[in-house]
């Protein structure tokens, strides 16, 4: 799927928005991706998943899927039942993600990462302490959409559907705020 495909689909889902948008690292943002929008959609679930089942497939034995909740759940189940594995995903206690539920990561397994929207890597980095504390092995990351403008280095590979350059502003210097245009707290997350 090209660039111009991936984003008629988000347009046509809704699932880009445009507006004045309060992200979860503080920033505030003129675009949002709002993935669930186009994720409730299984074709389009299955074909945003297959580029990235096709990416790591090859080059790594992938034992197990691991993804923050919420907005990674979908996309980690879809690769796990694409892949013919198993899923896990960790939850918020407090500020920090942990596994729950019982899930649990065997040494030396390993792992992908995947995640609907990257913007700043927060939760993935935190997927990647919680991997290294079980003494698993994190292959790489994949993700629908990176808006991380590459600015991101995880130490692993990084695959995404779709690569966006971030547009972002510090609250005290954004322009949108200026214009009083009213700000929108997306995202299941509470602002750090």
């Given at each position: 799927m090209d660039r111009k495909e991936a984003f008629r689909i988000f347009e046509e889902t809704g699932a880009l928005q445009n507006g004045h948008?309060?992200?979860?690292s503080g920033l505030h943002s003129p675009q949002y991706f709002q993935c669930a929008l186009v994720l409730q959609y299984p074709h389009y679930l299955e074909r945003f998943c297959s580029e990235i089942r096709e990416y790591f497939y090859e080059e790594e034995d992938i034992q197990l899927i691991?993804?923050?909740a919420i907005g990674g759940i979908t996309v980690a189940q879809e690769l796990a039942r694409q892949l013919g594995i198993r899923f896990i995903f960790a939850e918020r206690e407090g500020e920090e993600l942990i596994l729950r539920r019982g899930f649990h990561i065997d040494p030396h397994e390993k792992i992908l990462i995947v995640e609907d929207v990257i913007?700043?890597?927060?939760?993935?980095?935190e997927i990647i302490d919680i991997v290294e504390r079980a003494k698993g092995y994190a292959v790489g990351i994949g993700a629908i959409v990176d808006r991380s403008d590459s600015l991101v280095d995880f130490g692993m590979p990084l695959f995404a559907t779709v690569?966006?350059?971030a547009v972002t502003y510090q609250a005290d210097k954004c322009p949108l705020c200026s214009q009083k245009i009213p700000l929108v707290k997306p995202g299941s997350r509470k602002i750090i």
């Open positions: 948008f309060l992200l979860t691991v993804a923050p913007t700043t890597g927060g939760s993935v980095r690569q966006v350059k």
